[in-house]
């Protein structure tokens, strides 16, 4: 009789409903008809409690003690084939060291397998989608309803690795090679392990440090761990290993990053998490996100270090390993809503990180957000795909975020290293201020509620052109700055009037320093105050300006600029995502949809483009 072949599912989430079958039919025909045959590989007594156990404990010590031996010869098999399996339980993690070309053995008992389910926990409020507003009060549960009765979740995490050997191999192209996770539900494989048919066992391998694998069973299971032969490589490994049939201990998300990039300067970063809920900020779903404590976490570790590689997607490496993990005081979380859509999001502020360096971002989750370890369902952590991000080289920008009237700037500003942040961002903030209570005395004065004084469209009033301003107006005054020795042709730069931070000063009779566009900045108080020294902006996005043109009244007399001046003064949006223009609530890889880009370009199609009242021999 042929047997369809077991493929390894290779660290996927989820071993197939057919691998789940196959499993269920070779355990029944090796049971019956083939039986005789299985017998006659393993030399199994009938009864492996009674005749297998003092045996079984010594093999288990004789494989600890000389490493690696664990027989394939198949005279032997019948003596030593028959190591002492540790018992999992429901929930509880097991911490193993293993060395290099060793197999260990555990099994999740029947009694186990067959429990009741564990009562499900509260969980995270809801995840509110756009689609979805009828549940925007309810509760859902961070892992789905079963679908089945006795599904046994295994998962593994690889915690630490053995260390290269060698100093002529570089570290980062060699990772550390996986461990392999062996599955059997059979009795006639009570030791899964290298070597063995795969009609016998499913094989899993802990990819950059994660295996996942569920599947029905009614009876013992049986988990081997094997570390591969390594020459390359020496020392042991630290594994998690965990059984569940609540749900997985362990998870990862390879589908989404969940993580975005908002900006950096030299030292710090900021990066967000998807919106947790589209949900309008007067539904209690709202309020409950933006009163949660922070539920995810974030680590971040420079690409170029060896430490996490090959265990990237392990959260237990990443808690020990990780350059920037929680516990080390350099990650500080919030929930915001600031950005897109103005929905909850949790916000990280990244600090003692390298200039000019790239890391990796990895948003992960502590156990269950609220709980971890030993009896909590998803008690090990999650966590996402890694994404990256770039610090800043020069250190006259500087991040600033959360600010009282600009509460929608997140991006780094020209600064001086001189001046600490909080007074940074006060000066900055009450500047826009100032310039805004100058408006809205302005707009008092003009009855813009009447429908007739908005040109370009009946829908909209006082309120709207007040926030365009106060977007075009933060957006202008406070600007995005980026590393001058940066030469990505968005940038402008500007006030190369002024000496570099190091004292050294453009010859004048460069092309900067005789262009006013460039020689000063818009905003005078950033030259005669903050005094960053030459620095380069990127651009406001036009949208900006004619969002702003649109929404307010022409009694206002707003007006764009054309030709040079527009391009000197305002940027435009990538399709790709790239910031290559400054909008309130950008971050990287957001705005990469077709349809947005679209938005944004027709308004070109109804507008001019114009120079502005209020201010516009400042900014153009
Ligand atoms: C490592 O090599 C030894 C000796 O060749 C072998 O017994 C053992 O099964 C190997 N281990 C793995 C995980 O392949
Ligand atoms: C996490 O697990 C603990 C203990 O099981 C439970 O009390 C808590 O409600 C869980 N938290 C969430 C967010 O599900
Ligand atoms: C690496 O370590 C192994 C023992 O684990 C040793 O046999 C081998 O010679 C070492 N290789 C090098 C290049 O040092
Ligand atoms: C919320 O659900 C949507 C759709 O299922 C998903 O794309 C998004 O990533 C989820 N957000 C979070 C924070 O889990
Ligand atoms: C880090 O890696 C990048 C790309 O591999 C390389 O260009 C850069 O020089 C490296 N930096 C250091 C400090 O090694
Ligand atoms: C996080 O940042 C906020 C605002 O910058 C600050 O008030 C708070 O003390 C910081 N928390 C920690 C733990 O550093
Ligand atoms: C959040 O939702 C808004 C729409 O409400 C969308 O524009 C934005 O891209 C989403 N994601 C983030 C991280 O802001
Ligand atoms: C910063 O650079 C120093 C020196 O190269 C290095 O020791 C340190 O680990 C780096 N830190 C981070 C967070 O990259
Ligand atoms: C960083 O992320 C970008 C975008 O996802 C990707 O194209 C690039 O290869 C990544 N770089 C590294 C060093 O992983
Ligand atoms: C606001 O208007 C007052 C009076 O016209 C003027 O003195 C002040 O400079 C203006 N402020 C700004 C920031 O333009
Ligand atoms: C505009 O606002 C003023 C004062 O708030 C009010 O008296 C007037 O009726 C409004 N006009 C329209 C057309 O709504
Ligand atoms: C001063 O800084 C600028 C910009 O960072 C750089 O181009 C220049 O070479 C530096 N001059 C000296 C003497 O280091």
């Not at 003596?79 to 993690?93: E, G, I, M, S, W």
């Not at 209690?284 to 060896?306: D, E, K, L, R, V």
């Not at 908005?454 to 365009?468: F, I, R």
Request: hydrophobic share 35%; proline share 7%.
């Amino acid at each position: 009789m042929q047997f369809p072949k077991l493929t390894p599912l290779q660290s996927r989430f989820a071993a197939t409903l057919a691998a789940t079958i196959l499993l269920v039919i070779l355990y029944y025909v090796l049971f019956t008809d083939l039986g005789s045959f299985a017998y006659a590989l393993e030399i199994r007594p009938v009864d492996p409690k009674v005749a297998d156990y003092p045996l079984l404990i010594e093999g288990r010590k004789a494989a600890h003690d000389d490493d690696g031996d664990d027989g394939t010869i198949p005279g032997k098999i019948a003596a030593r084939d028959t190591p002492a399996p540790q018992a999992l339980v429901n929930n509880q993690f097991k911490q193993s060291n293993i060395n290099l070309g060793e197999t260990q053995y555990w099994t999740f008992p029947k009694s186990a397998v067959t429990a009741p389910r564990s009562a499900t926990p509260t969980g995270l409020p809801a995840n509110v989608t756009a689609t979805d507003p009828s549940s925007a009060s309810g509760v859902v549960m961070n892992h789905e309803l079963k679908k089945r009765e006795n599904t046994v979740y295994i998962s593994l995490n690889t915690c630490l690795g053995p260390s290269l050997n060698s100093t002529n191999v570089d570290p980062l192209s060699a990772a550390i090679p996986p461990l392999t996770v062996y599955i059997s539900t059979s009795e006639n494989n009570k030791a899964p392990g290298p070597g063995k048919s795969s009609d016998e066992q499913a094989e899993y391998i802990a990819e950059q440090g994660y295996m996942g694998a569920s599947f029905s069973a009614e009876s013992d299971v049986y988990v081997s761990v094997a570390a591969p032969n390594s020459t390359l490589f020496s020392g042991v490994y630290n594994y998690d290993l965990a059984a569940s049939i609540d749900a997985y201990f362990h998870s990862v998300d390879d589908d989404t990053t969940n993580l975005y990039f908002v900006d950096s300067d030299t030292t710090s970063a900021l990066l967000i998490t998807d919106n947790v809920t589209q949900s309008s900020p007067d539904s209690p779903n709202y309020q409950q996100w933006m009163n949660i404590t922070p539920p995810y976490t974030m680590f971040a570790h420079n690409i170029n270090n060896s430490a996490i590689f090959g265990l990237e997607r392990s959260y237990c490496a990443l808690s020990l390993s990780a350059q920037i993990r929680p516990g080390n005081n350099a990650i500080n979380t919030s929930m915001t809503s600031r950005g897109l859509g103005n929905k909850p999001k949790e916000q990280f502020k990244i600090t003692y990180l390298n200039s000019s360096s790239t890391y990796y971002g990895i948003l992960g989750m502590y156990g269950n957000s609220t709980a971890s370890g030993i009896d909590v369902i998803g008690g090990g952590g999650k966590v996402w795909r890694a994404m990256n991000f770039t610090t800043k080289a020069d250190s006259n920008c500087a991040l600033l975020y959360n600010l009282d009237f600009c509460s929608q700037v997140a991006y780094a500003v020209p600064s001086n290293p001189s001046i600490d942040l909080t007074t940074l961002a006060h000066m900055y903030d009450s500047n826009a201020q100032s310039y805004y209570q100058n408006f809205t005395n302005s707009l008092s004065l003009i009855p813009c509620n009447t429908s007739s004084i908005s040109m370009y469209s009946l829908a909209v009033g006082c309120p709207d052109c007040a926030s365009a301003y106060k977007q075009w107006l933060c957006a202008v005054t406070i600007p995005r700055c980026y590393d001058y020795s940066s030469n990505f042709s968005f940038l402008q730069p500007r006030n190369a009037g002024q000496a570099f931070l190091n004292g050294t000063t453009l010859p004048a009779d460069d092309p900067l320093v005789l262009s006013p566009v460039t020689n000063a900045s818009r905003n005078p108080l950033i030259d005669s105050q903050i005094k960053p020294g030459p620095y380069k902006e990127i651009l406001p996005c036009h949208d900006l300006c004619n969002d702003l043109v649109r929404t307010c009244p022409s009694a206002l007399g707003f007006q764009c600029p054309t030709g040079q001046y527009l391009n000197d003064s305002y940027g435009y949006r990538a399709s790709n995502g790239d910031i290559t223009c400054s909008y309130l609530g950008a971050a990287y890889y957001l705005n990469s949809s077709p349809m947005k880009l679209a938005a944004n370009f027709s308004f070109e199609i109804f507008l001019g483009f114009c120079v502005l009242w209020l201010a516009s021999s400042l900014f153009y």
